[in-house]
């Protein structure tokens, strides 16, 4: 083997090393602004890493033109400055818990993904993998928790996502509740180990408590007719940003499990829509009103939700969406069979027909 050298570092150099890396918070690569946000520097012989465009979707026009197209999400704004400004975002549930589907979703363009963590299999664990592959493609990540308590919300928001959605709120004393787990003392509970935890990048982000509960998405979701009865008062609280809706489990508590598209359910969700949104329109000048947020469903697209005020709609489930495809792949597969056997079976039979006539006219 050829011997080889290292040249020693030149003194000139040292200095360099010991300048502090630059603050970089995992929460901002979802799309936090930050005044204090330093960009990363490289080195001059370094390549910079090139920006992946989302993939053209196939509802556009021809499905099978999967060229680049301009991103459309904002990625160095947060989300509640982009409902401030009045955008209406488009987001994506996730349940697989898979940071491979997570990085697809974040490239596919997704203005938001919610990491369900009360419906889907995993864990706070589970959920960390999935943050770090959605902060790869600078998409802000919401997290739903398995219940509101100050627990599972310390250990989610210790994670450092954009948003926090808390399930099964029925009353503003619930919602406050729900506040105060997201708050250090003395204006919440939150346990604090901001000095080490990945949402104020392990310490390193000296900024993180000044800025963190302006940044910070809550959620409440209203999916009961008590919650309905209450959605006014809920969404006046302060500090709830959204209302989210949940048509299943309001669909649930009426008798109608299922049914959710009901039309005695269909008429109890427009009741807290235009609870939330009356409730919006008083409070638009002190600026505690909290914006509509939901599912869609086969009866109720994304489109209409946008008609009807939601600035924040959900318009595909992960596991969901898979199911559907695969099912449809199958499907086709096993028909195109079906008529090539059906096929073979007429060509066959004209064939033997054909040969019985020559048959007999050869004889």
């Known amino acids: 083997?050829?011997?080889?050298?290292?040249?020693?570092?030149?003194?000139?150099?040292?200095?360099?090393?010991?300048?502090?890396?630059?603050?970089?918070?995992?929460?901002?690569?979802?799309?936090?602004?930050?005044?204090?946000?330093?960009?990363?520097?490289?080195?001059?012989?370094?390549?910079?890493?090139?920006?992946?465009?989302?993939?053209?979707?196939?509802?556009?026009?021809?499905?099978?033109?999967?060229?680049?197209?301009?991103?459309?999400?904002?990625?160095?704004?947060?989300?509640?400055?982009?409902?401030?400004?009045?955008?209406?975002?488009?987001?994506?549930?996730?349940?697989?818990?898979?940071?491979?589907?997570?990085?697809?979703?974040?490239?596919?363009?997704?203005?938001?993904?919610?990491?369900?963590?009360?419906?889907?299999?995993?864990?706070?664990?589970?959920?960390?993998?999935?943050?770090?592959?959605?902060?790869?493609?600078?998409?802000?990540?919401?997290?739903?928790?398995?219940?509101?308590?100050?627990?599972?919300?310390?250990?989610?928001?210790?994670?450092?996502?954009?948003?926090?959605?808390?399930?099964?709120?029925?009353?503003?004393?619930?919602?406050?509740?729900?506040v105060s787990y997201c708050r250090f003392p003395p204006k919440g509970i939150r346990g604090s180990a901001h000095t080490v935890v990945r949402a104020s990048n392990y310490g390193i982000d000296e900024g993180y408590l000044s800025e963190y509960s302006e940044e910070l998405l809550i959620m409440c979701q209203v999916e009961s007719e008590e919650g309905v009865k209450k959605v006014e008062d809920i969404a006046a609280v302060d500090g709830v940003d959204c209302i989210q809706m949940g048509p299943l489990d309001l669909s649930a508590s009426m008798g109608y499990l299922w049914d959710p598209g009901n039309r005695k359910v269909r008429e109890m969700m427009r009741e807290a829509e235009k609870g939330v949104l009356a409730s919006r329109k008083k409070g638009s000048g002190s600026g505690s009103s909290a914006y509509l947020a939901g599912f869609a469903m086969p009866f109720d697209s994304p489109e209409e939700l946008a008609r009807r005020g939601y600035h924040m709609v959900s318009g595909v489930v992960d596991v969901g969406m898979f199911r559907s495809a695969a099912t449809e792949d199958v499907r086709r597969f096993k028909t195109s069979l079906a008529a090539a056997d059906s096929s073979d079976d007429e060509d066959g039979g004209r064939r033997r027909d054909e040969d019985g006539d020559e048959k007999y006219w050869s004889e």
């Open 1 to 178: 083997m050829a011997a080889f050298t290292v040249s020693p570092i030149q003194s000139s150099s040292l200095p360099a090393l010991r300048r502090p890396c630059a603050t970089v918070r995992p929460w901002k690569l979802s799309g936090y602004p930050s005044s204090s946000f330093r960009p990363i520097t490289t080195h001059s012989h370094v390549a910079p890493f090139k920006t992946l465009a989302p993939l053209r979707s196939s509802s556009a026009g021809n499905p099978s033109d999967l060229s680049p197209v301009v991103a459309t999400s904002d990625a160095t704004k947060s989300l509640k400055s982009r409902l401030q400004n009045g955008e209406t975002l488009y987001g994506i549930f996730l349940l697989s818990f898979s940071p491979t589907i997570a990085e697809i979703a974040g490239f596919a363009g997704y203005d938001f993904a919610v990491v369900d963590m009360e419906h889907g299999p995993g864990g706070i664990s589970d959920a960390l993998h999935v943050l770090r592959a959605l902060a790869a493609t600078r998409t802000p990540a919401i997290l739903r928790l398995p219940e509101s308590c100050p627990t599972w919300a310390k250990k989610a928001l210790d994670l450092g996502p954009q948003g926090i959605m808390f399930p099964m709120i029925d009353s503003a004393k619930s919602a406050k509740k729900a």
